[in-house]
């Protein structure tokens, strides 16, 4: 078990595995990140190539050796958890299985997931659905425990559902949806199933975060509904539609539709300075270095 200095927030952003996942943690260093989420494997693929011992010794020594304190990893885009073509759902469970056998080898803190598309099911159906498909995945799952990245205890890997912005017949982008999706669960497997909450998508589905007013609002919402003990890890992007536009469009950090207010009082809010933030903007490795520095700034300037 790795233990690691530094103190919250932690910032970074999703980083590039290619070449080998540990060399993921040298390229985050090389934004100043103390956290970062990464995929494990081509997330286009189903069967993706096994991970080595040697790779696996090689991420451990890597993580501290440059100061990275937080890792999540996304699931692939390819699984749909509330599929209705029985050979999709299959393959969607199998590879979510095999995610987190990885991702506990890696000591990731959570593996983030979208929750799925109902295909004209409905949300309801759709949400029962998803949770059914979890709940054959943590039954799979039930002997992975291990130490996780400068943890002090040892632990499973959590699944971390990711609120969408609601595009087509996506689940998630109501508050409800994640709530729903989590109360069908039993009480063991509700603990290893949080949240990961995305900027840019909580606007986009219609909650107006862009004021202090509404990040209030907001918030207690969320908490009231779900829960914020829930949250594992945050997605920090602006949105370069409108709120409520149900578009998932990203935009560097106080360039879009959010504006800077937000982010200044994200990092000047206690509630969340436990959580890992990873930028998913379209900045690039320069500008996610330059954005991490702003955060890093707003952090600990005096409350907006």
């Known amino acids: 078990m790795v233990k690691c200095m530094g103190a919250p927030p932690w910032l970074g952003a999703h980083v590039s595995a290619a070449g080998g996942v540990e060399l993921a943690p040298e390229r985050g260093a090389q934004i100043g990140a103390t956290c970062m989420q990464v995929f494990t494997a081509n997330q286009r693929q189903w069967e993706p190539r096994p991970l080595t011992d040697a790779q696996v010794e090689a991420w451990w020594a890597a993580c501290p050796l440059h100061g990275i304190q937080r890792v999540v990893v996304h699931a692939s885009y390819l699984a749909n958890m509330s599929a209705i073509e029985e050979d999709k759902l299959s393959k969607s469970r199998d590879a979510m299985t095999l995610e987190l056998e990885r991702s506990q080898r890696l000591g990731v803190h959570g593996v983030v997931l979208h929750p799925g598309s109902h295909m004209g099911a409905g949300e309801?159906?759709?949400?029962?659905?998803?949770?059914?498909?979890?709940?054959?995945?943590?039954?799979?799952?039930?002997?992975?425990?291990?130490?996780?990245?400068?943890?002090?205890?040892?632990?499973?890997?959590?699944?971390?559902?990711?609120?969408?912005?609601?595009?087509?017949?996506?689940?998630?982008?109501?508050?409800?949806?994640?709530?729903?999706?989590?109360?069908?669960?039993?009480?063991?497997?509700?603990?290893?199933?949080?949240?990961?909450?995305?900027?840019?998508?909580?606007?986009?589905?219609?909650?107006?975060?862009?004021?202090?007013?509404?990040?209030?609002?907001?918030?207690?919402?969320?908490?009231?509904?779900?829960?914020?003990?829930?949250?594992?890890?945050?997605?920090?992007?602006?949105?370069?539609?409108?709120?409520?536009?149900?578009?998932?469009?990203?935009?560097?950090?106080?360039?879009?539709?959010?504006?800077?207010t937000p982010f200044r009082l994200l990092m000047q809010d206690e509630r969340f300075h436990h959580i890992p933030m990873a930028l998913e903007t379209p900045s690039g490795m320069d500008g996610w270095a330059q954005e991490i520095a702003l955060l890093r700034d707003w952090a600990s300037a005096a409350a907006p």
């Open 124 to 260: 309801d159906a759709g949400n029962r659905a998803v949770a059914e498909s979890l709940s054959d995945v943590l039954e799979r799952t039930e002997d992975l425990y291990g130490p996780l990245i400068c943890g002090e205890k040892e632990e499973s890997v959590r699944i971390l559902l990711e609120n969408t912005a609601g595009q087509g017949t996506n689940l998630g982008w109501r508050f409800e949806h994640l709530a729903d999706i989590r109360r069908h669960l039993n009480a063991e497997h509700r603990e290893r199933v949080g949240t990961c909450l995305d900027t840019c998508h909580t606007f986009a589905a219609g909650y107006d975060i862009s004021t202090p007013a509404g990040w209030n609002a907001t918030w207690r919402e969320f908490d009231e509904i779900v829960g914020l003990d829930t949250v594992g890890a945050m997605h920090l992007n602006d949105s370069k539609r409108e709120c409520g536009s149900r578009r998932d469009r990203h935009d560097g950090i106080g360039k879009g539709e959010l504006g800077e």
